[in-house]
């Protein structure tokens, strides 16, 4: 038994790591920590802890690094969608950052809701400009990105991007070509892009190296997910890769079974291949880390939806693939927009 105990707090001090950092390691590494002490009904680390924390976080700082970005390629950048609503995907897109960020990828959440634009509200912070700002000129990429919880980047929607739905194309363009620069300062880009199919959210797709779908095993929320996906494929989505998850099941069987069928009706009506990125629990911890204005893998690590969270983005790291080869996803969208707008004129320059 040891001579004394420590609280996190203590053991935050004495290693300087922030206690969810802590709680992270204790959730990874289980085996490389000496057991936890109960006393009182409260659970101490051993002193023994703070020598172990120390370690793994040297040996992750050295191994995997601190996230850094590699400054010549472009982001990949993913777009979380659902069609229906309130499914889930902005915690996702938080949470899945964060532990992306854990994993070693400098990771950035832009926030595209064009009705509820609160990815600032799940992650605690307030943020001081929007992309608003930086299509107005008043400030540049670097002052929009603000610091969120374990140094993911969140750029916050504001009333830019709401009016970027109902804008013509050049506005459009402006948008795309201001994320263009982003592209440049992040590894992974997660773009929250609200609910349903207006123009605003197909284009965040259409302009995405990859789309993740989230849905719940609601069959609204099904036949919404499949109907945003007909539509996309009938306007030539390439043939981008597109993950699934599914959010708030009850346990694993009704995962695989919601999974399918998505993969299925998508396999057998429109020939897209659908990967099965894996799925969250229905679980109150989320609800409780919102209570906290905190995303629920910072305020418990080791709950099962942080864990089901980890989980997928250490399978999207499997699918990575070389970003050498790959342009910018937002740069190729604009060039497409562009020649649909050179189409449009041509006639009318003909007449002349
Ligand atoms: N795994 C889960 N378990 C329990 N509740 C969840 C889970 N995931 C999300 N929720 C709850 O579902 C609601 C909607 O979540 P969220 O805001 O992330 O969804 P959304 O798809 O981004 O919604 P919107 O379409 O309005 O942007 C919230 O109340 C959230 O707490
Ligand atoms: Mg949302």
Same mark, same amino acid.
């Given at each position: 038994?040891?001579?004394?105990?420590?609280?996190?707090?203590?053991?935050?001090?004495?290693?300087?790591?922030?206690?969810?950092?802590?709680?992270?390691?204790?959730?990874?590494?289980?085996?490389?920590?000496?057991?936890?002490?109960?006393?009182?009904?409260?659970?101490?680390?051993?002193?023994?802890?703070?020598?172990?924390?120390?370690?793994?976080?040297?040996?992750? =700082?050295? /191994?995997?690094?601190?996230?850094?970005? *590699?400054?010549?390629?472009?982001?990949?950048? #993913? %777009?979380?969608? @659902? &069609?229906?609503?309130?499914?889930?995907?902005?915690?996702?897109?938080?949470?899945?950052?964060?532990?992306?960020?854990?994993?070693?990828?400098?990771?950035?959440?832009?926030?595209?809701?064009?009705?509820?634009?609160?990815?600032?509200?799940?992650?605690?912070?307030?943020?001081?400009?929007?992309?608003?700002?930086?299509?107005?000129? =008043?400030? /540049?990429?670097?002052?929009?990105?603000? *610091?969120?919880?374990?140094?993911?980047?969140? #750029? %916050?929607?504001? @009333? &830019?991007?709401?009016?970027?739905?109902?804008?013509?194309?050049?506005?459009?363009?402006?948008?795309?070509?201001?994320?263009?620069?982003?592209?440049?300062?992040?590894?992974?880009?997660?773009?929250?892009?609200?609910?349903?199919?207006?123009?605003?959210?197909?284009?965040?797709?259409?302009?995405?190296?990859?789309?993740?779908?989230?849905?719940?095993?609601?069959?609204?929320?099904?036949?919404?997910?499949?109907?945003?996906?007909?539509?996309?494929?009938?306007?030539?989505?390439?043939?981008?890769?597109?993950?699934?998850?599914?959010?708030?099941?009850?346990?694993?069987?009704?995962?695989?079974?919601?999974?399918?069928?998505?993969?299925?009706?998508?396999?057998?009506?429109?020939?897209?291949?659908?990967?099965?990125?894996?799925?969250?629990?229905?679980?109150?911890?989320?609800?409780?880390?919102?209570?906290?204005?905190?995303?629920?893998?910072?305020?418990?690590?080791?709950?099962?939806?942080?864990?089901?969270?980890?989980?997928?983005?250490?399978?999207?790291?499997?699918?990575?693939?070389?970003?050498?080869?790959?342009?910018?996803?937002?740069?190729?969208?604009?060039?497409?927009?562009?020649?649909?707008?050179?189409?449009?004129?041509?006639?009318?320059?003909?007449?002349?």
């Amino acid at each position: 038994m040891a001579d004394f105990l420590l609280r996190i707090e203590d053991v935050a001090r004495l290693t300087g790591l922030e206690e969810s950092l802590l709680r992270f390691y204790e959730s990874e590494y289980p085996a490389e920590l000496p057991e936890k002490i109960v006393q009182g009904g409260a659970f101490f680390f051993d002193p023994a802890s703070v020598a172990a924390f120390t370690a793994i976080h040297a040996r992750r =700082q050295t /191994g995997s690094g601190k996230p850094q970005k *590699a400054p010549d390629h472009f982001a990949r950048v #993913i %777009a979380v969608t @659902s &069609g229906k609503g309130g499914v889930g995907k902005t915690n996702l897109a938080l949470n899945l950052a964060i532990e992306l960020q854990r994993l070693g990828r400098m990771t950035v959440v832009l926030d595209a809701d064009m009705g509820l634009a609160n990815v600032h509200l799940l992650a605690g912070i307030t943020p001081r400009y929007s992309l608003r700002d930086l299509l107005a000129g =008043q400030v /540049g990429m670097a002052d929009i990105i603000e *610091a969120g919880p374990e140094g993911i980047g969140i #750029i %916050a929607g504001g @009333s &830019g991007i709401l009016a970027m739905a109902d804008s013509g194309p050049q506005e459009r363009c402006r948008i795309i070509e201001a994320l263009m620069q982003l592209e440049k300062a992040a590894d992974i880009i997660l773009v929250d892009t609200g609910a349903g199919m207006g123009r605003g959210v197909r284009d965040f797709l259409l302009a995405a190296d990859e789309i993740l779908f989230v849905i719940t095993p609601d069959i609204t929320s099904l036949a919404d997910a499949y109907g945003l996906l007909k539509a996309l494929h009938q306007e030539n989505l390439p043939p981008l890769p597109i993950h699934l998850v599914v959010n708030m099941v009850q346990n694993l069987k009704q995962a695989a079974e919601v999974s399918l069928r998505f993969t299925g009706c998508a396999r057998d009506f429109l020939g897209r291949e659908i990967s099965d990125a894996g799925y969250v629990m229905r679980d109150t911890t989320v609800s409780q880390a919102t209570a906290r204005r905190m995303p629920y893998s910072v305020y418990r690590p080791e709950a099962r939806v942080s864990k089901n969270s980890r989980a997928i983005a250490h399978t999207l790291l499997q699918k990575e693939l070389p970003r050498a080869a790959a342009g910018s996803s937002f740069g190729r969208y604009l060039n497409l927009i562009r020649e649909a707008r050179q189409r449009l004129r041509l006639p009318a320059q003909e007449r002349a």
